[in-house]
């Protein structure tokens, strides 16, 4: 079991260097509505900073990130809480080259979690063999998802780690 006390972790490494600076008062943002009405949809890899490969600014977007920035039941529910309560309309999925998700094998994964645990994960670890495939199936998911009735717009992208670019995948109506 992880520790929650006393010894010395990396979090009480990032804690003493102290969180937040403050803001003034003209900075702060007053409201939690992205004022761009944007959802934002990508991976947790280090490699990729959101705010400035899209050029974004605190308080723009709903910044959504899991492993692989795939489409998972939990992203659909935040996304509706997003569009439904705090007035956004697009949605915008960004993965990238070089992504972890797509060195494994999800089943031989969950194998190895059983092995140790005696339990099996329940859920997909959606990985995935090619990441411009990945993209127009995580769009095609989220265009027929029943519940986004408040979609305007969905657009995808690959971040190419190495070239720093991105590059549109476009999906068949
Ligand atoms: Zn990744």
Do not use: W
Not at 107 to 129: A, G, S, V, Y
């Amino acid at each position: 079991m992880a520790t929650t006390g006393n010894r010395e972790s990396n979090i009480d490494k990032l804690l003493a260097r102290g969180f937040a600076s403050h803001l003034s008062p003209e900075e702060l943002i007053r409201s939690g509505d992205p004022n761009q009405r944007v959802v934002v949809v990508t991976c947790m890899d280090t490699r990729i900073n959101p705010y400035r490969i899209l050029n974004l600014a605190e308080g723009e977007v709903h910044l959504l990130r899991n492993a692989g920035g795939v489409i998972t039941n939990d992203i659909i529910r935040s996304i509706l809480i997003s569009q439904r309560l705090l007035n956004t309309q697009e949605v915008l999925v960004v993965q990238h080259t070089k992504c972890g998700m797509a060195t494994f094998e999800g089943e031989q994964f969950k194998d190895e979690i059983e092995l140790e645990t005696h339990q099996r994960p329940n859920f997909d670890m959606c990985t995935f063999k090619n990441v411009y495939d990945n993209v127009e199936a995580s769009l095609r998911s989220l265009r027929d998802n029943p519940f986004l009735t408040r979609t305007t717009h969905i657009r995808g992208y690959v971040y190419d780690v190495d070239e720093d670019r991105l590059t549109e995948v476009v999906v068949d109506p």
